[in-house]
């Protein structure tokens, strides 16, 4: 993709970080100013939310920029200089971090994945379908790939006969999942990289909150294009515009 993530998190937010928390509200913040950079974050429980801060870059950038990961002064120092030109209500989802910056790197199987069977073997989960986190299916699919091999072998004579009974009821449904997910992890990397238009909707350019589905107009910034929710200028206009996407987002979730 050519883009760098950091993992990183916020703890404690209705109390700690106040902005963070009403920033992502209950459930998930995505910001892209379709230029490289991107801030992707989700409330947890426990009033955790974590989630990545996305720019262009190549995978040794902060050996090449001499940067220590675990000096987090320094990285934030980073940070705002490659998000510069983003709102400044932003900037707590830069700065505010409780954890370190932990490098992420993503990695998937060509999918659809098939395989011929093995006498006495399958394989489950990751093994049998690792999938970048963009299309959220890796951990419900694991879950059911246990689920369906303990039914099958408690219904069958055989192990071999239940791996059987297992692949086939996995392979099919697969197959649909894995290329929706493939599409998925594409339309993310086309918005976090510039190298595709949003997808069409009722109102060009608009964003998509992903946990509730509404759809908020984007802002204008530098160049005049599509910003993101929250990749713009310092000007107070622009920040005014940055708020109000942010309490249409919240009024859409309540």
Same mark, same amino acid.
């Given at each position: 993709?050519?883009?760098?993530?950091?993992?990183?998190?916020?703890?404690?937010?209705?109390?700690?970080?106040?902005?963070?928390?009403?920033?992502?509200?209950?459930?998930?913040?995505?910001?892209?100013?379709?230029?490289?950079?991107?801030? @992707?974050?989700?409330?947890?429980?426990?009033?955790?939310?974590?989630?990545?801060?996305?720019?262009?870059?190549?995978?040794?950038?902060?050996?090449?920029?001499?940067?220590?990961?675990?000096?987090?002064?320094?990285?934030?120092?980073?940070?705002?200089?490659?998000?510069?030109?983003?709102?400044?209500?932003?900037?707590?989802?830069?700065?505010?971090?409780?954890?370190?910056?932990?490098?992420?790197?993503?990695?998937?199987?060509?999918?659809?994945?098939?395989?011929?069977?093995?006498?006495?073997?399958?394989? @489950?989960?990751?093994?049998?379908?690792?999938?970048?986190?963009?299309?959220?299916?890796?951990?419900?699919?694991?879950?059911?790939?246990?689920?369906?091999?303990?039914?099958?072998?408690?219904?069958?004579?055989?192990?071999?006969?239940?791996?059987?009974?297992?692949?086939?009821?996995?392979?099919?449904?697969?197959?649909?999942?894995?290329?929706?997910?493939?599409?998925?992890?594409?339309?993310?990397?086309?918005?976090?990289?510039?190298?595709?238009?949003?997808?069409?909707?009722?109102?060009?350019?608009?964003?998509?909150?992903?946990?509730?589905?509404?759809? @908020?107009?984007?802002?204008?910034?530098?160049?005049?294009?599509?910003?993101?929710?929250?990749?713009?200028?310092?000007?107070?206009?622009?920040?005014?515009?940055?708020?109000?996407?942010?309490?249409?987002?919240?009024?859409?979730?309540?």
């Amino acid at each position: 993709m050519g883009v760098a993530f950091l993992d990183v998190r916020f703890d404690d937010v209705d109390v700690r970080h106040p902005e963070v928390a009403a920033l992502v509200g209950e459930g998930h913040l995505f910001a892209s100013d379709g230029d490289g950079r991107a801030v @992707i974050v989700q409330r947890n429980s426990n009033g955790v939310v974590r989630g990545y801060l996305a720019f262009r870059a190549g995978p040794d950038w902060h050996v090449e920029a001499d940067l220590d990961l675990a000096d987090r002064a320094a990285v934030r120092s980073h940070l705002l200089r490659e998000f510069g030109g983003w709102s400044a209500g932003l900037r707590p989802l830069l700065t505010d971090n409780d954890s370190d910056h932990v490098p992420r790197s993503f990695w998937a199987l060509p999918a659809p994945l098939t395989w011929d069977p093995v006498p006495g073997a399958t394989l @489950i989960g990751d093994a049998a379908h690792l999938m970048a986190p963009f299309g959220g299916h890796g951990a419900n699919l694991a879950l059911l790939d246990g689920a369906e091999l303990a039914r099958a072998v408690a219904r069958e004579a055989t192990v071999d006969e239940a791996v059987a009974r297992y692949e086939a009821a996995m392979f099919s449904p697969l197959r649909a999942r894995g290329r929706g997910e493939r599409r998925a992890q594409a339309v993310l990397r086309d918005h976090v990289t510039g190298r595709a238009a949003p997808p069409p909707g009722p109102r060009p350019g608009a964003r998509e909150l992903p946990d509730q589905g509404r759809r @908020i107009p984007p802002s204008s910034g530098r160049g005049g294009g599509d910003r993101g929710v929250s990749a713009v200028d310092g000007a107070p206009r622009e920040e005014r515009a940055a708020a109000r996407q942010v309490e249409a987002a919240r009024a859409g979730r309540g």
